[in-house]
C-alpha cells in the first residue's frame, strides 16, 4: 500500500508564497501520475496542477497557472507544489494524489475517483 504524506501548509498572507511537498512511500516511477487538488471549506476537492512523472509534462487549472508551479524530484520520491502570489481564495485543505494508471486528457486528470492514493492533505490560510 502506497502511502503519501503532504506538508508545507500554513498561515500565509495575501501575495505571500509557499511550497507544500508530498512524499511517497515507493519509488515514484511506478506512480505515472501525481497531482494536487486543493479543497475549500465546503467545496470539492478541484485539480489544480499534475505531473507526469517520467517525461515530466504539467497541468494546470486555468486559475493558478501562472502562479503555481508543480515539480518533482525522483530521487527523494517527492512531489512539489509551489505557490506565488497566494489570494484569500485559494485558502484550501490541499491533498496530494498520485495513481498507477495514465492519464490522457485534462478531465481524466481532474476526476478524483481515478486516484488510487491520497495524501492526509495539509492546510493553507492565506490572510487579507
Known amino acids: 500500500q502506497v502511502q503519501l504524506v503532504d506538508s508545507g501548509g500554513g498561515l500565509v498572507q495575501a501575495r505571500g508564497s509557499r511550497r507544500l511537498s508530498c512524499v511517497a512511500s515507493?519509488?515514484?516511477?511506478?506512480?505515472?501520475?501525481m497531482s494536487w487538488f486543493p479543497q475549500p471549506p465546503a467545496q470539492v476537492r478541484d485539480l489544480v496542477a499534475a505531473?507526469?512523472?517520467?517525461?515530466?509534462?504539467?497541468y494546470y487549472a486555468d486559475s493558478v497557472k501562472v502562479r503555481f508551479i508543480i515539480s518533482r524530484d525522483n530521487a527523494k520520491n517527492t512531489m512539489y507544489l509551489q505557490l506565488n502570489s497566494l489570494k484569500p481564495e485559494d485558502t484550501a485543505v490541499y491533498y496530494c494524489?498520485?495513481?498507477?494508471?495514465?492519464?490522457?486528457?485534462?478531465?481524466?486528470?481532474?476526476?478524483?475517483?481515478?486516484?488510487?492514493?491520497w495524501g492526509q492533505g495539509t492546510q493553507v490560510t492565506v490572510s487579507s
Open positions: 515507493e519509488r515514484t516511477g511506478s506512480m505515472p501520475v
Open positions: 505531473i507526469r512523472w517520467i517525461c515530466g509534462s504539467t
Open positions: 494524489a498520485a495513481d498507477r494508471r495514465l492519464k490522457v486528457t485534462y478531465s481524466a486528470y481532474a476526476r478524483t475517483s481515478g486516484y488510487d492514493y
